[in-house]
């Protein structure tokens, strides 16, 4: 993530960090053409301008940023106990609103050796 964001956390769970994930075929990569078409044409700011302006520059890679998928934006949960579905159902339904203000497309859980269960602990 490029800003600053306050991860939720609850006494069973928080989101550690959030990724773009899935890049189909791979992130578009930034080369020495992208840097000088932004200092000369974008007053030095390396944006989607000079990104368009030519293709990847990963090595083989010829294809415009266009063709570069952005992927899914995708928060990492990490469980500090067991808890049960309902529980982890309400936490997560509650975040919503943070989802939609940073623009998650998913979560992912990490092993931490905790679960979530059916039926209560």
């Given at each position: 993530?490029t ?5 939720p ?12 994930v ?100």
């Amino acid at each position: 993530m490029t800003k600053t964001v306050e991860m939720p956390k609850t006494d069973f769970a928080y989101i550690k960090d959030v990724h773009w994930v899935n890049q189909k075929p791979h992130p578009f990569t930034i080369g020495p053409k992208h840097v000088a078409h932004a200092a000369d044409h974008c007053c030095g700011m390396l944006g989607e301008e000079s990104c368009r302006a030519y293709p990847c520059a990963a090595k083989g890679c010829r294809l415009p940023y266009d063709q570069h998928t952005k992927g899914d934006h995708v928060a990492f949960v990490y469980l500090t106990r067991n808890s049960t579905v309902d529980e982890m159902r309400n936490w997560l339904m509650s975040l919503t609103e943070w989802t939609k203000n940073n623009k998650i497309d998913g979560f992912t859980f990490v092993d931490t050796g905790f679960r979530i269960r059916q039926d209560s602990f």
